[in-house]
Nanobody, 127 residues
Framework: VQLQASGGGLVQAGGSLRLSCAAS????????TGWFRQAPGKERESVAA??????????YYADSMKGRFTISRDNAKNTVYLQMKSLKPEDTAVYYC???????????????????WGQGTQVTVSS
């Protein structure tokens, strides 16, 4: 199983980035997939997650990301995306994608519930 996160980079405050998480060895439609981030000297925090059951897709967002970040998926590409807009310097961090196999953990935001992790992609927002 491998998760490959990409799309990070340097962007000015107010700008946008789209992160991608491509999976091999697992099918995202069978997993809850989350994005987490970790800034230097800080604990890892949850960003967003997406899960689906049948035809129902459920998305989750940390409060500070609501309205600015959008998580989505492309089943054909087995890829999950995180569209980020109105970026702020405090969004600077390494962003990780992770997959939680069923039965899902009780809280989407708890990183311990996710069994598979990507290597992270750096997002730097300049002021």
């Amino acid at each position: 199983v491998q998760l490959q996160a990409s799309g990070g980079g340097l962007v000015q405050a107010g700008g946008s980035l789209r992160l991608s998480c491509a999976a091999s060895g697992l099918t995202f439609s069978n997993y809850r997939t989350g994005w987490f981030r970790q800034a230097p000297g800080k604990e890892r925090e949850s960003v967003a997650a997406i899960s689906w059951s049948g035809t129902i897709t459920t998305t989750y967002y940390a409060d500070s990301m609501k309205g600015r970040f959008t998580i989505s998926r492309d089943n054909a590409k087995n890829t999950v995306y995180l569209q980020m807009k109105s970026l702020k310097p405090e969004d600077t961090a390494v962003y990780y994608c992770a997959a939680d196999r069923p039965p899902y953990g009780s809280k989407w935001s708890e990183s311990n519930n996710y069994e598979n992790w990507g290597q992270g992609t750096q997002v730097t927002v300049s002021s």
